[in-house]
């Protein structure tokens, strides 16, 4: 089978934003053997898109738009396809039920406009949107398959994996399944945890392992094709316990984990509390932990106290214990935290303080972060020298209090 | 004067790398006055790439090429360009030297395909590469220009700033510049921001109105075309004054500025200070506001009270009230802001309560959200009905408070 993706979009060919929604594509598609030849973008112009689709017909017999399904006048992909290969548009009813149904719940008025997005191709197999309002569609005409997909990547990827990835495999006939588990890395680099596995990298076949760009982890992809998911889980075990083997220490989950969502089963399962004091973070770490849900049974609450005044004056953090080491020191995160749990009496109590920068921040450098940990009859202090932009190392602060929290509940798991 | 890109490589097809250089280059482009029609990925492919490059032809008089200029027997856009194009390659003496002095500098072998990097279309403008070892070119051949540019992006992009940007203002003896404000809105949608100002949309030709999407914000970007900067801003200005006119209160600022900024800039510059007692936000509300430098002037200190105990415990707000009204409630997001403020001793008190889902909380359904706001002798609250995941209303909670702050900060301007 071979597929060209077309990307509708004004604001692409403007440089506004990137078509990450191809390379997505590509990608999923090279997983389950179907070879991309062209990547196109064209404009919101029916005439330019429909010389897009005349050309991509004479060399590709699956044809993926992204894009122009939404409400606004600009949105024609379906229009221009419907024209084109004389299939009508006919409303879908589930999928106007769902947008009316969103226009209920959030009270809002729904407009003519949003109608229109419940349209699909006469006869086409339709894909939900669970995140969006727009359904993808699905359809052979005279032997090439056209599949229309939304634009904003958060609704187009789920529903390419979800729908459109078990659809290609329907209409092709094929026998082989793909697995994949991604495991994820946290405390080293995309290039350092490379060079660790190298051997491991270039001694598989099948199972795969490749990094998986992503912008705010490093992971390694291993995925194995095979006839039954049984026999691919089979194939990808070893090489899981390779990567435990070698870089063990590193990892912190597997597929959809979050530092959060591993954070906080490890807490409501062990059936641990927790409070956090912080200060460059203000509320961040303790907001990336509420992500979870089921979370209020462990975390009992947290404070922001910014400046050393709110450390005394709100936390009782000694005066003298600042005057001597400064607020970006062991001593000051070992006391919030230890000031913070018994604050809101819990089992564990976190502790963040650093300078987030752009400036220097009580005689440390920007980037300079110490995490405190208090547990059982303990506290620990870890440092942090980070060297990115202002909230970049905030959100890495926060991180990494995750992560010594999920080393420190597994080490006592054990 | 109409552009067409063409990436060449075959790992953009694979989905192991996203096309920046697209973007980047379109961006430039529009800058310049330059209509970008098509974008087109195309495999390390000879006769795949020559169809290509006749489809442009067909459509475009300047045909941009990003990739493929390196030493290994995959790179052979130049090669491709040759021969569909009858202009020989010849080495260019000035790219040859450098070649050689950057293999002695590193004392690595020279090896014959490195030569092949030095070779140039006869007659070509040569594009110096300071960042790596391929040169790029420019040659209009029958009046259609053709431009090749190295892949690697940190090579492309000072590249075509520095050297091919000044190139096509030449060739194009274009005089025209192109300026646009980007205008942010919340709390209102797409659809319902389009349907409001369509005449206005509409009308516009110089300068042209559209919206530009966004995941994090509803935007509109007003774009002029003019002999200069300040004839541009004359022609935006009147727009700018309409949209405020039609749709103002959804409008928080411009360009770069975010909620946060926004907010940030109207506390510090009014010399106010604030603090906020969160519970679904757990804290994200003074992690979003503490993202801009310098906040610490105006922000005091948060505290997150996650259930029912901890507000009573530690904010005192009274077992009664929340007995009666239940924690997600005006009355108790009001007690939050009010009980915050008086905590922290600051001038403006946020309170952040509700229900973030997936289940209901303290019989109130998923997505009811109070925000409290008290300020002067007044306190106020708000209510959400979100419909999104419970991270989604989190987020969207915190924004809203950020919101409604920008809003009351800027009427007490007035």
């Given at each position: 089978?071979?597929?060209?993706?077309?990307?509708?979009?004004?604001?692409?060919?403007?440089?506004?934003?990137?078509?990450?929604?191809?390379?997505?594509?590509?990608?999923?598609?090279?997983?389950?053997?179907?070879?991309?030849?062209?990547?196109?973008?064209?404009?919101?112009?029916?005439?330019?898109?429909?010389?897009?689709i005349?050309?991509?017909?004479?060399?590709?017999?699956?044809?993926?738009?992204?894009?122009?399904?939404g409400?606004?006048?600009?949105?024609?992909?379906?229009?221009?396809?419907?024209?084109?290969?004389?299939?009508?548009?006919?409303?879908?009813?589930?999928?106007?039920?769902?947008?009316?149904?969103?226009?209920?719940?959030?009270?809002?008025?729904?407009?003519?406009?949003?109608?229109?997005?419940?349209?699909?191709?006469?006869?086409?197999?339709?894909?939900?949107?669970?995140?969006?309002?727009a359904?993808?569609?699905?359809?052979?005409?005279?032997?090439?398959?056209?599949?229309?997909?939304?634009?904003?990547?958060?609704?187009?990827?789920?529903?390419?994996?979800?729908?459109?990835?078990?659809?290609?495999?329907?209409?092709?006939?094929?026998?082989?399944?793909?697995?994949?588990?991604?495991?994820?890395?946290?405390?080293?680099?995309?290039?350092?945890l490379?060079?660790?596995?190298?051997?491991?990298?270039?001694?598989?076949?099948?199972?795969?392992?490749?990094?998986?760009?992503?912008?705010?982890?490093?992971?390694?992809?291993?995925?194995?094709?095979?006839?039954?998911?049984e026999?691919?889980?089979?194939?990808?075990?070893?090489?899981?316990?390779?990567?435990?083997?070698?870089?063990?220490?590193?990892?912190?989950?597997?597929?959809?984990?979050?530092?959060?969502?591993?954070?906080?089963?490890?807490?409501?399962?062990?059936?641990?509390?927790?409070?956090?004091?912080?200060?460059?973070?203000?509320?961040?770490?303790?907001?990336?932990?509420?992500?979870?849900?089921?979370?209020?049974?462990?975390?009992?609450?947290?404070?922001?106290?910014?400046?050393?005044?709110?450390?005394?004056?709100?936390?009782?953090?000694?005066?003298?214990?600042?005057?001597?080491?400064?607020t970006?020191?062991?001593?000051?995160?070992?006391?919030?935290?230890?000031?913070?749990?018994?604050?809101?009496?819990?089992?564990?109590?976190?502790?963040?303080?650093?300078?987030?920068?752009?400036?220097?921040?009580?005689?440390?450098?920007?980037?300079?972060?110490?995490?405190?940990?208090?547990?059982?009859?303990?506290?620990?202090?870890?440092?942090?020298?980070?060297?990115?932009?202002?909230?970049?190392?905030?959100?890495?602060?926060?991180?990494?209090?995750?992560?010594?929290l999920?080393?420190?509940?597994e080490?006592?798991?054990?």
């Amino acid at each position: 089978m071979r597929a060209e993706i077309i990307a509708v979009g004004s604001e692409l060919l403007l440089g506004q934003i990137t078509n990450t929604n191809a390379k997505f594509i590509s990608a999923e598609l090279a997983d389950i053997g179907v070879d991309v030849h062209y990547q196109t973008v064209v404009g919101d112009n029916p005439a330019r898109l429909e010389e897009a689709i005349r050309i991509a017909e004479k060399r590709a017999d699956l044809i993926i738009f992204s894009g122009g399904l939404g409400p606004t006048k600009d949105d024609l992909t379906k229009e221009t396809i419907a024209r084109h290969t004389g299939v009508e548009l006919e409303p879908d009813n589930r999928a106007l039920l769902s947008i009316q149904a969103y226009f209920e719940r959030t009270g809002r008025p729904m407009t003519e406009n949003n109608k229109k997005q419940a349209l699909v191709l006469k006869g086409s197999t339709v894909l939900e949107n669970r995140y969006g309002m727009a359904p993808g569609m699905a359809i052979t005409v005279n032997g090439r398959t056209y599949m229309l997909l939304p634009g904003p990547p958060h609704e187009m990827e789920p529903m390419f994996r979800d729908e459109a990835i078990p659809y290609l495999q329907r209409v092709s006939g094929s026998q082989e399944i793909i697995v994949s588990t991604v495991v994820k890395f946290f405390g080293i680099g995309e290039a350092e945890l490379e060079y660790k596995v190298q051997d491991l990298l270039a001694a598989q076949t099948n199972p795969t392992i490749a990094p998986l760009a992503s912008k705010d982890a490093v992971t390694l992809r291993v995925t194995a094709k095979a006839r039954t998911a049984e026999e691919a889980h089979r194939l990808i075990e070893p090489v899981l316990a390779e990567l435990h083997n070698q870089v063990g220490e590193n990892i912190y989950g597997t597929d959809d984990e979050t530092l959060s969502s591993k954070a906080a089963s490890l807490l409501t399962g062990a059936g641990l509390t927790i409070s956090a004091a912080e200060s460059l973070t203000a509320g961040l770490f303790t907001a990336l932990l509420a992500e979870e849900p089921g979370i209020s049974a462990s975390f009992k609450g947290g404070m922001t106290v910014y400046d050393a005044e709110a450390k005394t004056k709100h936390l009782g953090i000694e005066r003298q214990l600042i005057d001597t080491y400064g607020t970006v020191s062991a001593e000051c995160a070992e006391a919030l935290a230890e000031k913070i749990r018994d604050h809101f009496q819990t089992d564990i109590g976190i502790g963040l303080t650093g300078a987030a920068g752009p400036d220097s921040h009580d005689g440390q450098p920007a980037g300079t972060v110490w995490i405190g940990l208090s547990y059982k009859e303990t506290s620990e202090a870890y440092k942090l020298r980070l060297s990115g932009s202002r909230n970049t190392n905030r959100l890495r602060a926060a991180n990494f209090a995750l992560f010594y929290l999920i080393r420190k509940l597994e080490s006592e798991k054990v």
